[in-house]
């Protein structure tokens, strides 16, 4: 006896199913997303330094390959990466400590006898009287002084200072989760990326890859145009705070090198120094040094960080800037690295369903 032939299903009938698999995908998506929430920052900065170390890690991979299990070479490049992100923050932690006692015997002689008016405010080239006068009847009495240092030790400094440590904390689990999600994108990394391209190729055909690629190859140009410019930067001031007699120059090279990877804060970091040398009577250190600084960042910002991440994001100059700054805006200092990326997943796009066929 034959069996009976399946049942023809016709194309419309299969479109129920097929919707229904992706609406329940798209739900469970997005409730994923919804517990994950928390945590996104967390993967999204284990991606980000993934994605910005992986050449090194491939071709070390490859020059000394290992077998079995493989854990050898992704625990070393992430205890690397940590290293490297938590020897500054402790340097700065301890010039911090050291700092302290002398913030507090000035904070205390400022309340005994006041702090006397500083000869740099005599040299201003307007407002020297008006300063000079605020700071007499302000700070030079001691009564005047304690009276602010009183208003500064206030319930708001110490709300103020608690809320600082439970951001400290937060930010701090959040590092430790990102380490943790490094580790395991470093020992299955080429696992995923396959996994990933297919489903883009699969979602949205070969404009998918493409896509993802040249979001990829942003991150890698937004990298180099950030971190080693910001890099740069930090070590031709430091070298400019050493020579100009800026106290604790590495200290204030290692703060520029972090303000320079957003654009326009680098200026805050060696105006402030010029200002501290200013302070010292010494105008025309504080002149060199503020314009020195001017100049790099020009150079910087004008010239070398356009080329090395509008060259691997195929962006002008514009969007560039309007990407880091809006993603700074809106994601934070992940928006220095998503925000190219998104940018350039627009205008790849945007060339795409413009072009002529």
């Not at 479109?15 to 409730?31: E, I, N, Q």
């Not at 993934?50 to 390959?65: G, S």
């Not at 605020?134 to 009495?141: G, R």
């Not at 994001?313 to 928006?335: M, Q, S």
Request: no cysteine.
């Amino acid at each position: 006896m034959m069996p009976a032939a399946p049942p023809h299903v016709r194309p419309e009938q299969e479109g129920g199913p097929r919707r229904a698999r992706l609406l329940m995908g798209l739900g469970l998506a997005l409730l994923g997303l919804w517990t994950l929430h928390g945590f996104l920052p967390a993967l999204a900065w284990g991606g980000i330094l993934a994605i910005a170390t992986w050449p090194l890690y491939r071709r070390t991979r490859q020059r000394w390959p290992r077998h079995g299990h493989d854990i050898l070479w992704p625990a070393l490049f992430t205890a690397a990466i940590a290293l490297l992100v938590l020897l500054p923050l402790g340097l700065m932690a301890i010039q911090a400590g050291r700092e302290a006692g002398s913030l507090l015997a000035w904070l205390q002689q400022a309340e005994r006898s006041g702090l006397p008016v500083p000869a740099w405010i005599a040299t201003l080239p307007f407002g020297a009287a008006q300063a000079s006068a605020w700071w007499q009847e302000t700070l030079a009495d001691p009564g005047g002084a304690g009276e602010l240092l009183a208003r500064l030790n206030g319930p708001e400094v110490l709300s103020l200072g608690r809320q600082l440590g439970a951001d400290l904390l937060h930010r701090a689990v959040l590092f430790g989760f990102a380490i943790l999600t490094l580790f395991f994108l470093f020992r299955d990394g080429d696992r995923l990326a396959a996994q990933l391209l297919h489903l883009a190729r699969r979602s949205f055909g070969p404009s998918g890859e493409r896509v993802a690629r040249q979001m990829v190859a942003s991150v890698h140009g937004t990298v180099d145009g950030l971190v080693l410019v910001g890099l740069g930067e930090g070590a031709l001031l430091g070298i400019a705070y050493a020579v100009a007699g800026v106290p604790h120059p590495t200290l204030l090279g290692a703060l520029t090198a972090l303000a320079a990877m957003i654009p326009f804060g680098a200026p805050l970091v060696f105006g402030a120094a010029a200002l501290v040398l200013l302070a010292q009577g010494a105008a025309t250190a504080a002149a060199a040094i503020f314009g020195f600084g001017m100049v790099v960042v020009f150079v910087a910002d004008h010239a070398v960080r356009p080329a090395l991440i509008g060259g691997a994001t195929r962006l002008p100059f514009l969007l560039v800037l309007l990407g880091i700054l809006g993603g700074v805006e809106t994601w934070g200092l992940l928006g220095l690295f998503l925000g190219p990326a998104i940018m350039a997943a627009l205008v790849l796009l945007w060339e795409e369903w413009t072009a002529a066929h």
